[in-house]
């Protein structure tokens, strides 16, 4: 039995693309970061507890799978933040104005947990991104349509209308929500081997390639 300890969409899109069978139990957990705490530190600590979490109100067998994304601005002016979802209109406003024409990094923790023998396994995964000069009307716009108000940082990378990210280094999949290299590799060591090329369905479902799963199937090489 896999459980997904989330309820966003995103996530259970793309865990959907490797043909698991899962049940979804979100978790809930207070996200308050600790005094000084590393963004790094932070998503790890709390993927880990909602797996935990999950697993506790779960059958013993169940593989839990528990992931945390933070937006963190390190170099910004007012110094080092976490961006979480923005508690509204306003603050989604701060947050873009904040990273716009900037690089931020993007962590995205897994936590793999079964209850039954206590095996838990954690993953951090990084991602550095370049957003784009977008205009004072278009931020107006974007937050109109109400899909900032949901996302760490108040953006979703493929946000075709808004297109707010320039350019990246290192996994788009980690922008997204969910990693699905890294989660493959901590499930192989579950025995769960995923049914379908998530290279292939990466690239049918998000338009890019991934590099661990090209490098694989030697479909091609990876672009921004």
């Not at 043909?19 to 978790?27: C, L, M, T, V």
């Not at 007012?78 to 873009?96: F, W, Y």
């Not at 890294?182 to 690239?203: M, N, Q």
Request: net charge negative; charged share 25%.
């Amino acid at each position: 039995m896999l459980i997904l300890a989330s309820s966003s969409p995103r996530r259970q899109q793309l865990l959907a693309l490797s043909g698991w069978d899962f049940s979804i139990k979100p978790a809930e957990i207070d996200e308050r970061p600790l005094p000084g705490e590393h963004p790094g530190d932070y998503t790890l600590r709390l993927a880990q507890m909602k797996a935990r979490s999950t697993a506790a109100q779960v059958p013993a067998d169940a593989v839990v799978v528990a992931a945390d994304t933070t937006v963190a601005d390190l170099e910004g002016l007012s110094g080092p933040e976490i961006l979480g979802k923005p508690a509204d209109a306003q603050d989604a406003r701060r947050m873009l104005i904040r990273l716009r024409g900037r690089v931020h990094h993007v962590y995205t923790a897994l936590a793999v947990y079964r209850r039954a023998d206590e095996k838990l396994l954690s993953e951090l995964c990084t991602t550095g991104v370049k957003m784009r000069n977008y205009s004072d009307a278009e931020i107006e716009e974007y937050i109109a349509s109400g899909d900032p108000l949901d996302k760490a940082g108040a953006y979703a990378i493929q946000n075709s209308a808004f297109h707010p990210v320039e350019q990246w280094d290192g996994c788009y999949a980690n922008v997204v929500g969910l990693p699905l290299c890294s989660l493959t590799r901590l499930l192989e060591s579950f025995e769960l081997y995923p049914r379908r090329d998530i290279g292939r369905e990466l690239e049918l479902a998000l338009g890019y390639r991934c590099p661990i799963f090209t490098d694989q199937t030697g479909s091609g090489n990876f672009h921004n």
